[in-house]
């Protein structure tokens, strides 16, 4: 976590909002917003000749709860004969991190190197602009014990062909900021060699873009708070044209081999009325794992796989909104995996769905995110649900189909029992429920268990179709087409 905000760091000492074009106006605007979103950056200063050079640069931070400083080294502010003002960061660039957790104190130093990089700040329509290119840059993350403990593998996070326009001062919003950006490339690559291991990893997203839009807090947060100050709020998207992963491992089993890949993909998060979302999707999905020791792969393909959840982050003073999402269309797996648990072929193998879709309110009575401890001691919930919906519930396996949908609210002061009613229809299960008896998957007894139970839950409306309406009523009841269960 402290690597992926020391690289956030790394753009916030080149891509803060600037409001004027001398050097030190614009590091003094860097410091504003690093204070609004509770850091600190310092560094000892030295102006001449239009150019300020920021020494021993440094910036410190508590992330729920973690102290954090990072030091960035030397920085230049040059001022240019038109106006515009060149951030000068050198070629290579240590990045030594000190904090502590739970009384241990840790100390790591990472790597950031570039080739060709260009980055001028100017002003245009009354907004300041940043125009940043480099053919590559790399951000290599160390042994995060600082060299005490063995096994951990070096991280390194490559970006080829990166151009980017940073704005703030949106329609004269001074807190207001958008940033576009491509790739041709970006890498992730994991190798453990020099922790005396054997295994590598990559991952490529190739024909990479993004943007993001969002507003700076107008106060630093509060102590105890989640980790940004009121007000803070953006908006990302990112988009990439194919994935690749390749892992290879050795272990004393044999090696361990895994590939996979998408043709396409978005991702989404964002930050808004203290509510954190995200929402990943990829198309044409495959992975490949051949296991230690096996003589052949197993694989697995979806047409499409998305994931998305949102959530209140900190305390709320009222039920926050809060929603899951899981789809999975047309999953397909290799005979390979047939061949494992249906070598005679018993089920039908048709493309499996899976769709699940929640949303509802809450109230949350600890900030999470900013204030783990918070917890420590609780006697009741972190989270109390106010609503929960189930807009779609669909599983479509082995010749069989599963749907629902409902709602139910929780009463004040009687979670969990919650009051409100879900749909549920089963076409296909009993059929499905033979076929897993004759592959021995279920045991005969156990299936005339289940069938006894369905006929009591569930009420035939044709062959092999079943429906249900489960009903939860005040004080903990629960009814199923009538009939009392609780």
Same mark, same amino acid.
């Given at each position: 976590?402290?690597?992926?905000?020391?690289?956030?760091? +790394?753009?916030?000492?080149?891509?803060?909002?600037?409001?004027?074009?001398?050097?030190?106006?614009?590091?003094?605007?860097?410091?504003?917003?690093?204070?609004?979103?509770?850091?600190?950056?310092?560094?000892?200063?030295?102006?001449?000749?239009?150019?300020?050079?920021?020494?021993?640069?440094?910036?410190?931070?508590?992330?729920?709860?973690?102290?954090?400083?990072?030091?960035?080294?030397?920085?230049?502010?040059?001022?240019?004969?038109?106006?515009?003002?060149? +951030?000068?960061?050198?070629?290579?660039?240590?990045?030594?991190?000190?904090?502590?957790?739970?009384?241990?104190?840790?100390?790591?130093?990472?790597?950031?190197?570039?080739?060709?990089?260009?980055?001028?700040?100017?002003?245009?329509?009354?907004?300041? +602009?940043?125009?940043?290119?480099?053919?590559?840059?790399?951000?290599?993350?160390?042994?995060?014990?600082?060299?005490?403990?063995?096994?951990?593998?070096?991280?390194?996070?490559?970006?080829?062909?990166?151009?980017?326009?940073?704005?703030?001062?949106?329609?004269?919003?001074?807190?207001?900021?958008?940033?576009?950006?491509?790739?041709?490339?970006?890498?992730?690559?994991?190798?453990?060699?020099?922790?005396?291991?054997?295994?590598?990893?990559?991952?490529?997203?190739?024909?990479?873009?993004?943007?993001?839009?969002?507003?700076?807090?107008?106060?630093?947060?509060?102590?105890?708070?989640?980790?940004?100050?009121?007000?803070?709020?953006?908006?990302?998207?990112?988009?990439?044209?194919?994935?690749?992963?390749?892992?290879?491992?050795?272990?004393?089993?044999?090696?361990?081999?895994?590939?996979?890949?998408?043709?396409?993909?978005?991702?989404?998060?964002?930050?808004?009325?203290?509510?954190?979302?995200?929402?990943?999707?990829?198309?044409?999905?495959?992975?490949?794992?051949?296991?230690?020791?096996?003589?052949?792969?197993?694989?697995?393909?979806?047409?499409?796989?998305?994931?998305?959840?949102?959530?209140?982050?900190?305390?709320?003073?009222?039920?926050?909104?809060?929603?899951?999402?899981?789809?999975?269309?047309?999953?397909?797996?290799?005979?390979?995996?047939?061949?494992?648990?249906?070598?005679?072929?018993?089920?039908?193998?048709?493309?499996?769905?899976?769709?699940?879709?929640?949303?509802?309110?809450?109230?949350?009575?600890?900030?999470?995110?900013?204030?783990?401890?918070?917890?420590?001691?609780?006697?009741?919930?972190?989270?109390?649900?106010?609503?929960?919906?189930?807009?779609?519930?669909?599983?479509?396996?082995?010749?069989?189909?599963?749907?629902?949908?409902?709602?139910?609210?929780?009463?004040?002061?009687?979670?969990?029992?919650?009051?409100?009613?879900?749909?549920?229809?089963?076409?296909?299960?009993?059929?499905?429920?033979?076929?897993?008896?004759?592959?021995?998957?279920?045991?005969?007894?156990?299936?005339?268990?289940?069938?006894?139970?369905?006929?009591?839950?569930?009420?035939?409306?044709?062959?092999?179709?079943?429906?249900?309406?489960?009903?939860?009523?005040?004080?903990?009841?629960?009814?199923?087409?009538?009939?009392?269960?609780?």
């Amino acid at each position: 976590m402290f690597r992926t905000f020391g690289a956030l760091t +790394v753009a916030t000492l080149v891509a803060m909002p600037a409001h004027a074009l001398t050097a030190p106006e614009l590091w003094a605007d860097w410091q504003d917003v690093a204070e609004r979103i509770g850091g600190t950056l310092t560094a000892t200063e030295d102006y001449a000749d239009g150019t300020l050079t920021l020494d021993d640069t440094t910036w410190a931070m508590t992330i729920m709860g973690v102290e954090n400083v990072s030091n960035y080294g030397s920085v230049q502010l040059v001022e240019r004969d038109d106006g515009s003002v060149e +951030v000068v960061v050198p070629a290579e660039v240590s990045i030594a991190s000190s904090g502590t957790i739970e009384g241990e104190t840790f100390e790591t130093t990472d790597t950031i190197t570039h080739v060709g990089l260009s980055l001028v700040a100017r002003e245009e329509g009354g907004e300041r +602009v940043y125009d940043y290119t480099a053919e590559e840059i790399a951000y290599v993350v160390q042994d995060p014990s600082g060299g005490t403990e063995e096994g951990f593998p070096t991280l390194t996070m490559t970006f080829t062909d990166y151009a980017s326009t940073y704005r703030s001062g949106i329609g004269g919003d001074s807190d207001a900021f958008a940033q576009d950006m491509t790739l041709a490339n970006l890498r992730f690559a994991l190798d453990d060699a020099a922790a005396d291991g054997d295994a590598t990893f990559t991952y490529d997203m190739e024909s990479v873009a993004g943007d993001v839009t969002g507003r700076y807090p107008d106060a630093p947060p509060k102590e105890g708070s989640s980790m940004f100050g009121s007000g803070f709020a953006f908006a990302a998207t990112l988009t990439h044209e194919g994935t690749t992963l390749d892992l290879d491992a050795q272990s004393p089993e044999g090696a361990m081999v895994l590939r996979g890949g998408a043709a396409s993909g978005r991702w989404d998060v964002g930050l808004d009325g203290d509510v954190i979302r995200y929402d990943i999707g990829s198309q044409d999905a495959t992975l490949s794992v051949q296991p230690p020791g096996m003589p052949m792969a197993f694989d697995v393909a979806m047409a499409s796989a998305r994931s998305a959840f949102s959530f209140p982050m900190g305390q709320t003073e009222e039920a926050a909104p809060f929603g899951l999402t899981v789809d999975y269309q047309d999953l397909t797996l290799g005979d390979a995996v047939w061949s494992m648990f249906d070598p005679t072929g018993q089920l039908p193998r048709d493309p499996a769905t899976l769709t699940l879709d929640l949303s509802g309110t809450a109230n949350i009575l600890v900030d999470v995110f900013g204030d783990p401890e918070a917890m420590i001691g609780m006697t009741e919930p972190p989270v109390l649900p106010e609503t929960l919906d189930l807009s779609t519930l669909l599983v479509r396996f082995g010749g069989a189909e599963l749907r629902g949908d409902g709602s139910v609210e929780f009463p004040a002061g009687q979670f969990p029992f919650p009051v409100g009613r879900v749909d549920l229809a089963l076409d296909g299960g009993m059929t499905l429920l033979d076929r897993l008896v004759a592959m021995g998957l279920v045991p005969p007894a156990q299936a005339t268990g289940i069938r006894a139970m369905s006929g009591v839950v569930m009420r035939s409306v044709g062959e092999d179709m079943m429906e249900s309406t489960i009903e939860f009523t005040p004080g903990g009841g629960i009814t199923a087409n009538g009939l009392p269960l609780q």
